[in-house]
């Protein structure tokens, strides 16, 4: 077989782990969950669980994958040969295709906002009153063409291979998304309701936490960190030896949890300037920033650069979405990268027709009260992130070799890793609990 890759430096590593976080979940659905979850709760929440158990789970992930440099079901069974662990490889596998589908149908509204902006007819002045922006172009059948559009370019990036496609984009393209983002908060310091945005994002009311606050807060941190299906574990099986685990999930989780607040830190005041509501759901972002782009000189180019920025975040994510199929398909079941590729896009575009109309032709289809847009969604963030976050953290945590994690965090002894002992705690102890516990609670178990 051929060798497998590996990324080339370091700040190629850091930089594609980011740039596979850093995506529509930090932009796009971060904002839009707080809104609907309460603010300044969900907020609290959704950091407490980045750092205590994503973080640790983003750490699991990371040994696993280098230590075995293989797949998801590879990693389980190498490390575990005679039991059958792998099978949990399966949902990663079926929810990283339920997120490609939904995640391309937004990933496809950026590439529409972004033509609009550029050929100036994003139109921001006559908006008063409502989403009619929105809805002319995202429901009906167009919505499809975007989407299709979309997923022809991730499998264009998907088929230049890994190194090449992946690693330059990303070098490139998050700080610049950084800068902008940044760019757009001071902006945020100057609307009227920047004050009552700021309350409402970071003014916890502890009274809001309910169930479903704590398991949206809990998929959201996986998401937003693409754990629980593996991904990070197969991004990790091309990094090099010598880098720092550690180190890298800590870089990683800190930039991306700053993307998230610094999203927020741009919506809420603008929600409440121009007196939207914050619980719109997932077309809350798309709603507000023509809003924001109409207010700055030179909205226009503002608007074209963010939406392009943004589609291409979401590119890096999707690539490394992808790439959870494409391994396993090429690896386990030994076809061709090219294959591999077409089938995972093949079944994505699918799935991505199906949640394109279910805001228009198909919105009245719903099931348990969800669009298949939303189900898919609460399905895989909800349900299949942290279940798969659970199992790995269980199985790092109990089941294999305590030395395997510790040469992993010190390079074979080569340097020492402080944070070792309670990075092994949390993985025995705090994830798994912490996980069971939000599911009892958010089905009335608890
Ligand atoms: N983290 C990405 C975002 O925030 C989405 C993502 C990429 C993802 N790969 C993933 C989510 C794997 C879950 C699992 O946009």
Same mark, same amino acid.
């Given at each position: 077989?051929?060798?497998?890759?590996?990324?080339?430096?370091?700040?190629?590593?850091?930089?594609?782990?980011?740039?596979?976080?850093?995506?529509?979940?930090?932009?796009?659905?971060?904002?839009?969950?707080?809104?609907?979850?309460?603010?300044?709760?969900?907020?609290?929440?959704?950091? !407490? $669980?980045?750092?205590?158990?994503?973080?640790?789970?983003?750490?699991?992930?990371? =040994?696993?994958?280098?230590?075995?440099?293989?797949?998801?079901?590879?990693?389980?069974?190498?490390?575990?040969? +005679? #039991?059958?662990?792998?099978?949990?490889?399966?949902?990663? %596998?079926?929810?990283?295709?339920?997120?490609?589908?939904?995640?391309?149908?937004?990933?496809?509204?950026?590439?529409?906002?972004?033509?609009?902006?550029?050929?100036?007819?994003?139109?921001?002045?006559?908006?008063?009153?409502?989403?009619?922006?929105?809805t002319s172009l995202t429901t009906g059948w167009r919505p499809i063409l975007w989407t299709v559009i979309f997923l022809f370019c991730n499998t264009f990036i998907l088929l230049g291979g890994v190194t090449k496609g992946i690693e +330059?984009?990303?070098?490139?393209?998050?700080?610049?998304?950084?800068? @902008?983002?940044?760019?757009?908060?001071?902006?945020?310091?100057?609307?009227?309701?920047?004050?009552?945005?700021?309350?409402?994002?970071?003014?916890?009311?502890? &009274?809001? %936490?309910?169930?479903?606050?704590?398991?949206?807060?809990?998929?959201?941190?996986?998401?937003?960190?693409?754990?629980?299906?593996?991904?990070?574990?197969?991004?990790? &099986?091309?990094?090099?030896?010598?880098?720092? !685990?550690?180190?890298?999930?800590?870089?990683?989780?800190?930039?991306?949890?700053?993307?998230?607040?610094?999203?927020?830190?741009?919506? $809420?005041?603008?929600?409440?300037? *121009?007196?939207?509501?914050?619980?719109?759901?997932?077309?809350?972002? *798309?709603?507000?920033?023509?809003?924001?782009?109409?207010?700055?000189?030179?909205?226009?180019?503002?608007?074209?650069?963010?939406?392009?920025? @943004?589609?291409l975040a979401s590119l890096t994510s999707t690539v490394s979405m992808s790439e959870i199929s494409i391994t396993f398909f090429?690896?386990?079941?030994?076809? &061709?990268?090219?294959?591999?590729?077409?089938?995972?896009?093949?079944?994505?575009?699918?799935?991505?027709? !199906?949640?394109?109309?279910?805001?228009?032709?198909?919105?009245?289809?719903? %099931?348990?009260?969800?669009?298949?847009?939303? !189900?898919?969604?609460? @399905?895989?963030?909800?349900?299949?992130?942290?279940?798969?976050?659970?199992?790995?953290?269980?199985?790092?945590?109990?089941?294999?070799?305590?030395?395997?994690?510790?040469? #992993?965090?010190?390079?074979?002894? +080569?340097?020492? $890793?402080?944070?070792?002992?309670? @990075?092994? *705690?949390?993985?025995?102890?705090?994830?798994? =609990?912490?996980?069971?516990?939000?599911?009892?609670?958010?089905?009335?178990?608890?």
């Amino acid at each position: 077989m051929k060798e497998r890759a590996v990324f080339t430096t370091k700040f190629g590593a850091l930089a594609t782990t980011v740039g596979s976080a850093v995506g529509l979940g930090n932009i796009w659905r971060f904002p839009y969950e707080a809104g609907v979850h309460g603010g300044g709760a969900f907020l609290l929440c959704y950091m !407490l $669980f980045v750092f205590l158990i994503g973080v640790p789970v983003l750490c699991a992930e990371f =040994a696993m994958g280098r230590g075995t440099r293989s797949n998801v079901f590879g990693a389980y069974s190498k490390l575990a040969p +005679r #039991q059958k662990w792998q099978f949990t490889g399966y949902i990663g %596998i079926v929810a990283s295709l339920l997120i490609l589908s939904f995640y391309s149908v937004v990933a496809g509204w950026t590439v529409e906002y972004c033509i609009s902006s550029a050929f100036g007819q994003l139109s921001f002045g006559d908006m008063a009153g409502g989403h009619g922006q929105f809805t002319s172009l995202t429901t009906g059948w167009r919505p499809i063409l975007w989407t299709v559009i979309f997923l022809f370019c991730n499998t264009f990036i998907l088929l230049g291979g890994v190194t090449k496609g992946i690693e +330059r984009a990303s070098n490139i393209l998050m700080p610049m998304l950084f800068l @902008l983002l940044i760019a757009f908060c001071i902006n945020s310091m100057t609307l009227p309701g920047f004050g009552e945005g700021v309350r409402f994002l970071f003014h916890p009311d502890f &009274s809001k %936490i309910t169930p479903s606050v704590l398991l949206g807060a809990l998929g959201q941190a996986f998401f937003s960190l693409s754990l629980g299906l593996g991904c990070m574990m197969t991004y990790a &099986s091309y990094f090099s030896d010598t880098n720092r !685990l550690g180190r890298t999930a800590a870089v990683g989780a800190v930039l991306d949890s700053s993307v998230a607040v610094l999203s927020g830190i741009i919506i $809420f005041p603008a929600v409440f300037s *121009f007196g939207l509501s914050p619980q719109a759901g997932p077309t809350l972002v *798309f709603e507000v920033l023509p809003y924001i782009f109409s207010q700055l000189p030179g909205g226009m180019v503002w608007s074209t650069l963010f939406f392009l920025l @943004l589609f291409l975040a979401s590119l890096t994510s999707t690539v490394s979405m992808s790439e959870i199929s494409i391994t396993f398909f090429c690896e386990e079941k030994r076809m &061709s990268r090219r294959n591999a590729t077409l089938l995972s896009s093949a079944i994505s575009l699918c799935g991505g027709v !199906l949640c394109a109309l279910s805001f228009g032709p198909l919105s009245g289809f719903t %099931i348990g009260g969800l669009t298949i847009f939303n !189900l898919f969604d609460y @399905l895989s963030s909800n349900i299949c992130l942290p279940i798969g976050g659970m199992v790995c953290s269980f199985f790092v945590g109990w089941m294999i070799d305590k030395k395997f994690l510790r040469d #992993q965090f010190t390079d074979y002894g +080569r340097y020492r $890793f402080v944070l070792l002992p309670l @990075l092994t *705690f949390s993985l025995k102890w705090i994830c798994p =609990a912490a996980i069971f516990l939000i599911f009892l609670n958010s089905i009335g178990l608890l």
